[in-house]
């Protein structure tokens, strides 16, 4: 299927590694021109060396609003304007509802609610003045079914839904599509360290997942490059399941 997003400038957050990997790495095999960022520099450079196709590595920190706020017009210098911006943010420290620290509280509120909504803020202009834009956001399954001992995540993602769900009704006259993938247990280092080890991880997943094992970032990544496609123009304002069945609810 043609998505035709070939030389379309792409951002995706959290890049690095893991699921933000696989995206980067599904974007730029349709041709994208891929803008990678992260807190860890040397990581991104490796990522930027391995994955096949146009990607370009800049630093970022969700946890410095003021600096995020200028990494899409660093961006647009080097490689162009940002017509695809995936907002992918690190998970919160696990705690119950009562256990984490009010800091925690406000640092969880930061990435994964107003970071997203700092590099919005930057690119949503250039998007209406295009007529045409893909925001995706990178959730969880947390916000159908709460996740125990991970309150934080459970209640920002949430917020952060329905930010997006929001802004999906006021770009949409724009051209411009923002959805969320709901996010269930894929192999990565982020599940390795709340379940202990990929192993017990896995485990897990073939015992609670229907599909009776963990995702694949690039299984995650091929759906997002659909959802930044032409094919997807009808598309916007979906809380979008992928987590092989984990979520029982309707």
């Not at 970071?115 to 925001?135: C, E, F, H, N, T």
């Not at 329905?162 to 599940?191: D, Q, W």
């Amino acid at each position: 299927m043609e998505l035709g997003i070939k030389g379309r400038t792409a951002l995706v957050l959290g890049a690095s590694r893991g699921i933000g990997r696989g995206i980067a790495a599904s974007l730029a095999g349709e041709g994208a021109r891929v803008a990678i960022a992260s807190r860890t520099p040397e990581d991104l450079v490796k990522t930027a060396a391995e994955i096949e196709g146009d990607v370009t590595p800049f630093g970022a920190e969700t946890g410095n609003l003021e600096h995020l706020a200028e990494v899409p017009a660093e961006v647009k210098k080097q490689i162009g304007p940002i017509e695809i911006l995936v907002t992918n943010t690190g998970g919160p420290p696990p705690g119950g509802a009562l256990d984490n620290d009010l800091e925690e509280w406000q640092a969880a509120y930061t990435s994964l609610v107003l970071a997203p909504r700092v590099l919005i803020k930057a690119v949503a202009p250039g998007m209406r003045d295009r007529s045409w834009g893909r925001i995706v956001n990178v959730g969880s399954s947390s916000t159908r079914q709460p996740i125990p001992e991970l309150n934080l995540s459970n209640v920002h993602r949430a917020a952060a839904v329905a930010f997006f769900k929001t802004l999906s009704s006021e770009l949409a006259p724009h051209g411009i599509t923002v959805n969320t993938v709901a996010t269930g247990m894929f192999a990565t280092e982020r599940l390795a360290d709340v379940r202990g080890s990929l192993d017990a991880a896995h485990e897990v997943a073939r015992q609670s997942v229907p599909a009776r094992r963990l995702g694949d970032p690039a299984e995650f990544g091929d759906l997002v490059a659909f959802l930044c496609s032409e094919r997807a123009a009808y598309l916007t304002g979906a809380v979008i399941p992928l987590d092989g069945g984990m979520v029982r609810a309707l």
